[in-house]
């Protein structure tokens, strides 16, 4: 195949391919958590953690990003996590920056990130990403389906809070 040919043919889509501009909009996932893990019985792991935890708020404080860590930190299992855990909720508008945040500092530290969907338990599992090692979680112990999308701090007006017009310019000119 010619050059040319071969990249026409990687970006001509076929008919069947194409999607609804607001239909993708409004299937798109907006809220996130990331779930940071430590051996709660095992000093330097909770104090790293902990560490870890006061770096982001102090970041949140000064503007660095808009995401919430949970007002607890899990000294024992709780749910599917089965050791000491904490969990930043993080809405899609700042993503990029808590993925970036969290690759670079989260240490020694196991990070679960994954989608806020009716379907938790494919959220905790398929539809989950891991930094460093993955923690088995018990998914017996999430309900399954839903009946609408949890929204969190729906204050902010973020994630799934966030009007249309944050949608921006839907025109994208193709």
């Given amino acids: 195949i010619d050059p040319q040919q071969e990249i026409l043919l990687r970006v001509t889509r076929a008919p069947e391919y194409t ?37 982001i708020l ?29 969990e930043v909720w993080c809405p899609k508008e700042h993503f990029a920056r808590a993925f970036s945040f969290f690759t670079l500092n989260r240490g020694i530290h196991s990070v679960l990130v994954h989608p806020l969907t009716t379907l938790q338990k494919q959220d905790h599992s398929v ?26 701090y729906t204050q902010l007006g973020l994630g799934y809070s966030a009007s249309s017009a944050q949608f921006g310019d839907t025109n994208l000119g193709y």
Avoid: C
């Fill in 127 to 152: 539809r989950a990403i891991w930094m460093g090692q993955p923690v088995p979680l018990d998914l017996s112990q999430l309900p399954e389906p839903l009946s609408e999308t949890p929204s969190q």
């Fill in 19 to 55: 999607t609804d501009l607001f239909s993708e909009l409004e299937e798109e996932i907006k809220e996130w958590h990331f779930h940071v893990y430590f051996f709660q019985d095992n000093h330097q792991q909770s104090e790293s953690a902990l560490k870890l935890r006061e770096k």
């Fill in 58 to 86: 102090g970041l949140v404080d000064k503007g660095f990003f808009k995401i919430v860590p949970l007002h607890r930190v899990n000294l024992n299992p709780i749910g599917p996590h089965p050791i000491g855990s904490y």
